[in-house]
T-cell receptor, first 112, second 113 residues
Framework: DAGVIQSPRHEVTEMGQEVTLRCKPISGHDYLFWYRQTMMRGLELLIYFNNNVPIDDSGMPEDRFSAKMPNASFSTLKIQPSEPRDSAVYFCASSQGQLGYTFGSGTRLTVV | DQQVKQNSPSLSVQEGRISILNCDYTNSMFDYFLWYKKYPAEGPTFLIS?????DKNEDGRFTVFLNKSAKHLSLHIVPSQPGDSAVYFCAASGGDSWGKFQFGAGTQVVVTP
């Protein structure tokens, strides 16, 4: 099993541009989570899906952030327009029930 | 609102000694707790878990203790090894936030020779 796969690993973009982060969860996992890690706030849950349906997006900071899960093997997190304060490492994680998450390696986003 | 708190941002310990990492939570509905370890440029990896029906869970060098009345858990690493140098996160879930883990800010552990 390749684990949770995220792409790209690094993204540098200019303020105002659209950014799309991608995630492929582990096959058979029914939960998918998007987290953001910053020095100040640690790991923050942005949104999570159960069986491709968004369950809780209360952690999404603003309307500039959106996430989709069109099928069980793919999810995207989009920021439009991006701002410098969005710079962080974004992690995707998947799980089967409450057995503990498996995290991807993260996408380091830098908005200049 | 930070419901899971790790108040020590860093911890330095000598190789062979015990590392004790602490975590406090505020939500009394939390009933399942995890510890994750994270190396630089990698995603967090699962370390050990405990549910509220137990007060201790042990896995090799790692032991997690849960004090429900104090809403406190701790991770003990004995003996500490250089490869344990990493950031450790505790996470909690339960009640109406089942399946949605809240993470602490992490504790950076440095194990010195």
């Amino acid at each position: 099993d390749a684990g949770v796969i995220q792409s790209p690993r690094h993204e540098v973009t200019e303020m105002g541009q659209e950014v799309t982060l991608r995630c492929k969860p582990i096959s058979g996992h029914d939960y998918l989570f998007w987290y953001r890690q910053t020095m100040m706030r640690g790991l923050e849950l942005l949104i999570y899906f159960n069986n491709n349906v968004p369950i809780d997006d209360s952690g999404m900071p603003e309307d500039r952030f959106s996430a989709k899960m069109p099928n069980a093997s793919f999810s995207t997190l989009k920021i439009q327009p991006s701002e410098p304060r969005d710079s962080a490492v974004y992690f995707c994680a998947s799980s089967q029930g409450q057995l503990g998450y498996t995290f991807g390696s993260g996408t380091r986003l830098t908005v200049v | 609102d930070q419901q899971v708190k790790q108040n020590s941002p860093s911890l330095s310990v000598q190789e062979g000694r015990i590392s004790i990492l602490n975590c406090d939570y505020t939500n009394s509905m939390f009933d399942y707790f995890l510890w994750y370890k994270k190396y630089p440029a990698e995603g967090p990896t699962f370390l050990i878990s405990i549910s509220s029906i137990k007060d201790k869970n042990e896995d090799g060098r790692f032991t997690v203790f849960l004090n429900k009345s104090a809403k406190h858990l701790s991770l003990h690493i004995v003996p500490s090894q250089p490869g344990d140098s990493a950031v450790y996160f505790c996470a909690a879930s339960g009640g109406d936030s089942w399946g949605k883990f809240q993470f602490g800010a992490g504790t950076q552990v440095v194990v010195t020779p």
